[in-house]
């Protein structure tokens, strides 16, 4: 069984940093496609960043420059980053991998794909 544990997450000024950490159990996470999302209030799922096994990353465009998704093997860890941070990067963010396939992926960008995912850390950027 796939288990996440996000932490990192809180309140920032336009222009703060927080870095978020994923602790997974039930998957490595050098085998399977991960990575984060958010939702923002009243928002749909917003793909963000993914690395796959080959350590190949994605970011979406209006992260690039900002956001850093790095991934510890052997600790089976992940983090983002998050730099500059903007009002705009106010949501609850997810970390998610494409393992425990169960019906439909989320897919966004190129190459990223999710079916399994934590319980999110809030992340609220103020002008």
């Known amino acids: 069984q796939v288990q996440f544990v996000e932490s990192g997450g809180g309140s920032v000024q336009s222009g703060g940093s927080l870095t978020l950490s994923c602790a997974a159990s039930?998957?490595?996470?050098?085998?399977?496609?991960v990575g984060w999302f958010r939702q923002a209030p009243g928002k749909g799922r917003e793909g963000v960043a993914c690395v796959d096994k080959d350590g190949d990353t994605n970011l979406i465009d209006s992260v690039k420059g900002r956001f850093t998704l790095s991934r510890d093997n052997a600790q089976n860890t992940m983090t983002l980053q998050m730099n500059n941070l903007k009002p705009e990067d106010t949501a609850v963010y997810y970390c998610a991998t494409e393992a425990s396939y169960i019906a439909s992926y989320f897919r966004f960008g190129p190459a990223c794909r999710f079916a399994s995912w934590g319980q999110g850390t809030q992340v609220t950027v103020s002008p």
């Open positions: 039930g998957v490595p996470l050098d085998s399977f496609i």
